[in-house]
Nanobody, 120 residues
Framework: VQLQASGGGLVQAGGSLRLSCAAS????????MGWYRQAPGKQRELVAS???????NYADSVKGRFTISRDNAKNTVLLQMNSLRPEDAAVYYC???????????????WGKGTLVTVSS
């Protein structure tokens, strides 16, 4: 299973970006999908996650500004980021929990990350 993230870039404070992450390969069952971010010198942190049924969870710092969504038919997860702030600048990583056919447990798969830069 491979994850391809896209949509990062440079934006002014107050602007918007939409991140997309598509899973491909031998996909059997995807559970939770999510976005994490890591700024220089900081630990990777959860930004938002979404269950297969569509229940979402957000970090307090992005509530009301970011929206996570998913398309189960296309094995994609999106992150709409509005009202961006300089402190949102980071490398954003997508993660999925995937269970392979025949396996009893699921495991996490990570994308390579996409850089978001926010200028003040």
């Amino acid at each position: 299973v491979q994850l391809q993230a896209s949509g990062g870039g440079l934006v002014q404070a107050g602007g918007s970006l939409r991140l997309s992450c598509a899973a491909s390969g031998r996909i059997f069952s995807i559970g939770d999908m999510g976005w994490y971010r890591q700024a220089p010198g900081k630990q990777r942190e959860l930004v938002a996650s979404i269950t297969r049924g569509g229940r979402s969870n957000y970090a307090d710092s992005v509530k009301g500004r970011f929206t996570i969504s998913r398309d189960n038919a296309k094995n994609t997860v999106l992150l709409q980021m509005n009202s961006l702030r300089p402190e949102d600048a980071a490398v954003y990583y997508c993660k999925i929990r995937h269970q392979r056919l025949g396996d009893y447990v699921a495991r996490d798969y990570w994308g390579k990350g996409t850089l978001v830069t926010v200028s003040s």
